[in-house]
């Protein structure tokens, strides 16, 4: 499975690693390597991270607060305690290091630091007033994503994750409907 960018913020997207959190959770973070990889795959965050037990541990339970508050924010309900205190400690933490060179930009840290970084962006999204939260259409996705599109007309979490799987099995309901209705007519008597 691939990690997918499409929350429009690392915190988000953290979250989205864990997918149908109702029915049947699917965790993509299975063993810190796969966090290695997913901190490597982020944009923001810097390259070559590697991740201890005791760190792993405390990003799954920073992943779980940032899903609990942001699940608290869509559905407009006051955060939950415990949660703000793992996020609000998370960010407390000394964070990536930037620097600027021809070359580019370049963000160093460790993985504790990436945490701080992560807790301190979902702070950020969670307690603006003007960010719309929502929660995808696909029924079972479940992952929130933050809807910058003009008039927030948003739907999917991502075209390729889910807009696209929706349509197509939209499109092929149509279809079965369809030729059952031909069929129903070849029946008929002239
Ligand atoms: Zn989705």
């Known amino acids: 499975?691939?990690?997918?960018?499409?929350?429009?913020?690392?915190?988000?997207?953290?979250?989205?690693?864990?997918?149908?959190?109702?029915?049947?959770?699917?965790?993509?973070?299975?063993?810190?390597?796969?966090?290695?990889?997913?901190?490597?795959?982020?944009?923001?965050?810097?390259?070559?991270?590697?991740?201890?037990?005791?760190?792993?541990?405390s990003a799954l339970s920073l992943r779980e607060a940032i899903y609990q508050l942001a699940l608290d924010r869509v559905l407009d309900r006051p955060f939950d305690p415990r949660s703000l205190g793992i996020v609000n400690d998370t960010a407390a933490g000394p964070v990536p290091t930037l620097q600027l060179s021809d070359t580019g930009l370049q963000v160093s840290g460790d993985l504790a630091a990436v945490l701080a970084h992560i807790a301190r962006s979902g702070i950020a999204v969670l307690g603006d007033p003007h960010a719309c939260l929502k929660e995808c259409g696909r029924t079972g996705c479940t992952r929130i994503y933050l809807d910058r599109s003009r008039g927030a007309r948003r739907t999917w979490c991502g075209m390729d994750e889910c807009g696209n799987r929706v349509k197509a099995s939209a499109y092929r309901a149509r279809r079965r409907a369809s030729m059952t209705r031909a069929e129903g007519r070849g029946n008929e008597a002239p």
């Open 1 to 57: 499975m691939n990690f997918a960018f499409v929350s429009g913020n690392p915190a988000l997207d953290l979250a989205g690693t864990v997918g149908s959190r109702r029915d049947e959770p699917t965790d993509l973070l299975a063993a810190p390597v796969d966090l290695e990889r997913w901190v490597a795959e982020c944009d923001e965050l810097p390259d070559g991270v590697t991740a201890d037990f005791a760190t792993f541990e």
